[in-house]
């Protein structure tokens, strides 16, 4: 049996403005396809028109310029490739993160060869740090928090990844001393790395985290530019619930 969905938007532009609050979580919430009804009907443009007209009065430049502060606050100030580059960097932060975690026959540890341990800990300090740089870059308040939560998880266990040569920055990114770290306990990197718990398994969840938060603001994003279109990219979730 087929589902229809009838969605009546109103074509009146003042409508456009009656959803949008002055904090930025009121504007996500608004309803963005009574906006796209309007733009699509003609609506936004014929306001537009009006703001930069010549005679246009002072309480419809006010309306106007409210509603592009309002809107452009619910959009991402990330751009894409910003975006791009935490997905990527978590991606890679996660796989090596999981590599080490691993228990079956091709496990890191399965031979216990410290050479490849190290180097299989020294890729992961590597996507580690990389994600530290690409979080700086995006203004998302979701993915610096995220991001926070992985270094704060990261400074509880200073003291034991200084252990295996494993230290933090000033700039909250990781090295690791290759002398130090072959000459640790086996015990010592495996608590640390590959059991369940452990500070690897924590930064593979951390990973998976900031990585949800990169697609939200992409999809988030992706659905109005600045340019005044839809992008081709975004997530519907639940908004046609209620119209059933």
């Given at each position: ?77 990330d751009d894409t490739q910003t ?70 998880i990261t400074d509880i266990s ?63 994003a992706n659905t109005y530019t ?19």
């Amino acid at each position: 049996m087929g589902i229809s969905i009838n969605v009546q938007a109103k074509t009146d532009y003042s409508f456009l403005f009656s959803g949008l609050g002055t904090s930025a979580a009121n504007a996500a919430s608004s309803n963005w396809l009574a906006d796209y009804a309007a733009i699509k009907n003609g609506s936004y443009a014929k306001l537009m028109k009006a703001y930069y007209a010549k005679d246009s009065s002072d309480e419809v430049k006010s309306a106007a310029r409210n509603t592009a502060v309002n809107q452009s606050s619910a959009l991402s100030k990330d751009d894409t490739q910003t975006l791009a580059k935490v997905q990527s960097t978590t991606d890679a932060l996660k796989e090596t993160a999981d590599k080490l975690i691993d228990t079956d026959k091709k496990s890191v540890f399965a031979g216990e060869d410290m050479n490849t341990i190290y180097a299989a800990v020294k890729d992961f300090v590597s996507d580690y740090n990389d994600v530290i740089s690409a979080g700086s870059s995006a203004s998302s308040t979701s993915i610096a928090n995220r991001v926070r939560n992985m270094t704060n998880i990261t400074d509880i266990s200073s003291r034991s990844l200084a252990k295996v040569g494993v230290t933090i920055n000033s700039d909250k990114t990781l090295s690791i001393d290759e002398d130090t770290f072959k000459s640790a306990d086996m015990d010592t990197i495996k608590n640390l790395f590959h059991e369940r718990g452990s500070y690897g398994y924590n930064m593979s969840a951390q990973a998976s985290y900031i990585n949800f938060a990169a697609d939200q603001e992409a999809n988030r994003a992706n659905t109005y530019t600045f340019t005044g279109t839809y992008g081709s990219s975004y997530s519907a979730g639940s908004i046609f619930n209620t119209w059933f």
